[in-house]
């Protein structure tokens, strides 16, 4: 795959809330809340430059990636690359963010364990500078 050619959204898929992100992402909700395991599954797709916004998970997140280039940062911490086959075990209230790289497509599933038992915690966008100092 080309990192310029454009991959299609998941069928069913919605655009994300654009107050969460910079740039498109869409997501289609494999399993949607209220399901009896209480963990619930999104297929995410970022075009892009596309990030989220900084955010806390309070029973932690699980990504898995399953296509693109994509950067995982913690606060204070350096930025990670991330690929296809890639996981990232984020611990419940870290403060993180995910998203593409600047010049390549990037999707995960995103596992939220417990979800029907906290909400994130959605902060401030990261910057244009902060942005490029993880490329």
Not at 36 to 42: I, K, L, P, W, Y
């Amino acid at each position: 795959m080309s990192n310029q050619e454009k991959l299609p959204a998941p069928a069913g898929a919605k655009p994300a809330e654009a107050r969460y992100f910079t740039g498109q992402a869409w997501v289609k909700m494999l399993a949607p809340a209220g399901n009896a395991t209480a963990c619930t599954v999104g297929d995410v797709l970022f075009e892009p430059g596309c990030r989220n916004n900084w955010h806390a998970h309070p029973h932690g997140q699980l990504l898995v990636v399953t296509t693109g280039t994509g950067i995982y940062q913690e606060k204070g911490q350096p930025a990670r690359l991330l690929r296809a086959g890639d996981t990232v075990v984020i611990a419940p209230d870290v403060v993180h963010w995910h998203g593409a790289t600047a010049n390549d497509w990037f999707a995960h599933l995103a596992i939220n364990p417990s979800a029907n038992q906290g909400a994130p915690v959605w902060l401030e966008p990261v910057t244009e500078a902060d942005y490029q100092a993880a490329q």
